[in-house]
């Protein structure tokens, strides 16, 4: 509306111009008349079209999951062994239904080695 009454305003004032003659004062009038019927007939459009309501819907209801944490099990470092174990002659086999037993022993520097014992 408001640039209805501006395009109005605009067309008072440019109409007394004494450079124009009758034809350009009446082809300014029909456009400024144009505009301003364009302008009703939008306003009484739209006041008489009717906004659509929202419909609620009964649904189910969403319950939302609790954010899972992954956490990352704590590493444990295990340093290496100080005395390391060695076995004496490992390429024995006892026969099937045997076991191979072995003696713990320590040498002269603390380490753990064992030393085969016999099959039973």
């Given at each position: ?38 302008q009703m007939h939008r306003n009484s459009h739209a006041s008489q079209v009717p906004h659509p309501q929202p419909v609620y819907v009964p649904g189910p209801v969403i319950v939302q999951q609790p954010p899972v944490v992954v956490q ?49």
């Amino acid at each position: 509306m408001k640039k209805a009454l501006a395009l109005i305003l605009a067309a008072t004032v440019a109409t007394p111009t004494l450079a124009w003659g009758d034809r350009e004062q009446g082809v300014l009038q029909g456009i400024v008349g144009t505009l301003i019927l364009q302008q009703m007939h939008r306003n009484s459009h739209a006041s008489q079209v009717p906004h659509p309501q929202p419909v609620y819907v009964p649904g189910p209801v969403i319950v939302q999951q609790p954010p899972v944490v992954v956490q990352q099990p704590p590493v444990v470092y295990q340093p290496a062994p100080q005395n390391p174990i060695i076995l004496q002659n490992t390429g024995i086999v006892c026969p099937q239904g045997l076991s191979a037993f072995f003696n713990q022993r320590i040498d002269r520097y603390g380490r753990i080695y064992y030393v085969f014992d016999g099959c039973r």
